[in-house]
Every structure is written in structure tokens, then in C-alpha cells.
């Protein structure tokens, strides 16, 4: 059973702060990562996504990955009100998107 | 790019009616589309993967006579709630992909809500 893990939160952070969201997966012939936010009543959208081993970053989002650990993050900087939100943690151990598994995802919080 | 829509967003419907959900993508061909379902503070869970001109692979306890799925063409799948009970009451949200190594990505569609009383 392939199992992607999240931390279900809330995880609170000031505005301003930097928010850390992490991600373990347990199969270590995985591909490719994937960061979705989704707000409340709304379907996921797509963060970002990272192939390769360390950083990438995109305006005010890093990915972080680690295969060998098996593990993923998401780093928010300046925190905004506005990213509150749930953010899925996906990994595809498949070559064509067949072996997609989300995580159960955790809940931001960002106070003004 | 990669824009994937849904349609109705929202639906009402009677209990032992069908109601259809129709899902396209709109600058892109997806090989793979993925339909899921998402209770009120709950997970996602996928409820079936469709291939487009093939049957598709429904997941360990979705009904497949139930939710009948058709990816008839690169940029269109359909599931239809056959029968619906209050209990198919969700959020059912598609997804698709282009599905080649290089890119992978799932993106999905605003979601549908559908409501049977």
C-alpha cells in the first residue's frame, strides 16, 4: 500500500512568518511531487511540482525534496491571511500519472 | 494553460434520478482523466482513473454500474450518477493529465456539487 503522510494541523502561523508544510511517502520508486492548495468548498489547484532531489523555488513557495528520506516540504514565505488553506501533498510512482496518491493534506492557518 | 472544466457546478436532483457531470479539458489533450469524490471535511478519494477510448479502473468499493464513466474523446470524460440516493450527496471533482513521463501533472476541474434529496 503506497501511503503518503501529512501532518492534518491546524498549523498556525503569524502573518510574516514562514509556514513549513511537510510530506512523507512511503514508496521509494516515486517520480514526481506535487504541492495543491485548496480552500474550503473548492477543488485543489496545482502549487507546484519538483522531479529532483533539493529546492525549488517559485515566487514566494519552495519545494523541498529528499528522496532518500522520503520526504517532502513546502515552505510559504511572508505568510499572507489569503494562503489559509488545506495543501495536498501528491506523489506519482508511476510513469503516467496512474500511481497518483494524495495525502490527507494540513490545514494552514495564518493570523493577521 | 492546462484548464480543466466542469460541468454543471451545481446540481439538484431527486432521489432515483441521474445526473451527468461533464468534465473537459481546454488547451491541452488528456490521455488520463480521474474522477473524486470529497465528503465535507474529508479527504479526497478517487473514485475511478478513465483512459481515453478504454474502459475505466474504478477503485475498491466504488460501483461501477452505479458511476458510469465514458472518455470518449481527448478532452471530454463523462460520470453519471445512475440512480442517485441522498447518500451520493458530494463534491465530485475531475482531474486531468496529459499523462507522459515529462508531464505528469494532475489538473482538475472547479469541482461539481451535487446535492440529492
Known amino acids: 500500500q503506497k501511503e503518503v503522510e501529512q501532518n492534518s494541523g491546524p498549523l498556525s502561523v503569524p502573518e510574516g512568518a514562514i509556514a513549513s508544510l511537510n510530506c512523507t511517502y512511503s514508496d521509494r520508486g516515486s517520480q514526481s511531487f506535487f504541492w495543491y492548495r485548496q480552500y474550503s468548498g473548492k477543488s485543489p489547484e496545482l502549487i507546484m511540482f519538483i522531479y529532483s532531489n533539493g529546492d525549488k523555488e517559485d515566487g514566494r513557495f519552495t519545494a523541498q525534496l529528499n528522496k532518500a528520506s522520503q520526504y517532502v516540504s513546502l515552505l510559504i514565505r511572508d505568510s499572507q491571511p489569503s494562503d489559509s488553506a488545506t495543501y495536498l501533498c501528491?506523489?506519482?510512482?508511476?510513469?503516467?500519472?496512474?500511481?497518483?496518491?494524495f495525502g490527507p493534506g494540513t490545514r494552514l492557518s495564518v493570523l493577521p | 494553460g492546462a484548464v480543466v472544466s466542469q460541468h454543471p457546478s451545481r446540481v439538484i436532483c431527486k432521489s432515483g434520478t441521474s445526473v451527468k457531470i461533464e468534465c473537459r479539458s481546454l488547451d491541452f489533450q488528456a490521455t488520463t482523466m480521474f474522477w473524486y469524490r470529497q465528503f465535507p471535511k474529508q479527504s479526497l478519494m478517487l473514485m475511478a482513473t478513465?483512459?481515453?477510448?478504454?474502459?475505466?479502473?474504478?477503485e475498491q468499493g466504488v460501483e461501477k454500474d452505479k458511476f458510469l464513466i465514458n472518455h470518449a474523446s481527448l478532452t471530454l470524460s463523462t460520470l453519471t450518477v445512475t440512480s442517485a440516493h441522498p447518500e451520493d450527496s458530494s463534491f465530485y471533482i475531475c482531474s486531468a493529465s496529459q499523462s507522459s513521463p515529462s508531464t505528469d501533472t494532475q489538473y482538475f476541474g472547479p469541482g461539481t456539487r451535487l446535492t440529492v434529496l
Open positions: 478513465s483512459n481515453e477510448g478504454s474502459k475505466a479502473t474504478y
Open positions: 501528491a506523489v506519482n510512482s508511476g510513469n503516467y500519472g496512474q500511481n497518483f496518491v
